[in-house]
């Protein structure tokens, strides 16, 4: 029996391991501020929590996630670990782009994470360019499956609402980060709430080569209308632009499946986002 396997060893075809899949979502959750009245994150904090812990995704984006806020998440949804800082201060302060994954499936790679603020100066903790008011961040992680010891990169975003020389800058600088990953042949998810629509260049500009990303929702529903994303808590219009997306590099996944989330209850919403999903096979 061990002459038969070296055989087919030598002929090159053993099998190989089946794809890794990999469910991710980006979530904008809405930052806690009691202007929001009856959508206030007190109010919701406990559907949130709940949701994520049923639908349990591998990977998830947060975009305006607050300290207290991921704290509250994590309190439900125990299974996940995380890794992020303040765009503020680059520990606690300020909004975050955590990224959230389950812990007893992956291990992150410390050596290969951070977080850079889109910038100028992309190193210097709440630096700001290209006209934005406040810090914009991209936070990235390199995990690796625990069982299979195969890995991948997830890169978590949150561009700015005003500036569109911003948001170029932004997408100018991801690429650039993206194309010097230190394992240059791992797959790349990029997600985030990115401000800006489909027909946006700095969208464009990261379909474009040299990465030529891939939106997962537009693999499988290349013709769909009702994309909108942003609904400020009420629901209903669908007619608009997607400004929350899930990418992938091409070449490196197949998209398996991809939605925007529509889920509410009883007339609530989990944010004034729809946070966007996608099942990949790498």
């Known amino acids: 029996m061990r002459r038969f396997f070296f055989c087919i060893w030598l002929l090159g075809i ?15 959750i809405r930052y806690d501020t009691p202007r929001d009245g009856k959508d206030a994150w007190p109010k919701r904090q406990e559907m949130v929590g709940q949701w994520l812990q049923g639908q349990a995704p591998d990977v998830v984006g947060l975009q305006e996630a607050k300290r207290h806020q991921i704290d509250d998440i994590r309190k439900i949804a125990t299974q996940y670990s995380e890794y992020g800082v303040g765009r503020d201060d680059g520990k606690s302060a300020g909004e975050y782009c955590t990224i959230l994954f389950k812990a007893t499936r992956f291990a992150l790679d410390k050596a290969n994470c951070g977080t850079f603020w889109l910038s100028d100066t992309p190193g210097k903790v709440a630096s700001k360019s290209w006209g934005n ?52 042949k791992e797959p790349v998810i990029l997600m985030g709430d990115f401000n800006a629509d489909e027909a946006n260049p700095a969208i464009r500009a990261l379909k474009a080569k040299p ?35 899930v990418f992938v590099l091409p070449g490196t996944a197949k998209v398996k499946s991809a939605t925007i989330v529509r889920y509410h209850r009883e007339g609530r919403y989990l944010s004034d986002h729809y946070p966007v999903r996608a099942i990949l096979t790498f």
């Open 14 to 28: 053993i099998p190989v391991a089946g794809a890794l899949e990999v469910d991710a979502l980006t979530f904008n």
């Open 133 to 184: 008011g406040i810090p914009r961040i991209c936070t990235w992680v390199r995990l690796v499956e625990k069982k299979s010891k195969r890995a991948f990169y997830v890169y978590n975003s949150h561009w700015d609402h005003r500036s569109q020389p911003s948001r170029e800058g932004a997408a100018r600088l991801i690429i650039e980060r993206i194309a010097k990953r230190n394992h240059p």
């Open 211 to 245: 990465l030529g990303l891939l939106d997962s929702y537009r693999v499988v529903k290349p013709d769909e209308q009702a994309v909108r994303t942003f609904h400020g808590f009420r629901g209903g219009k669908a007619t608009g632009g997607k400004i929350d997306h």
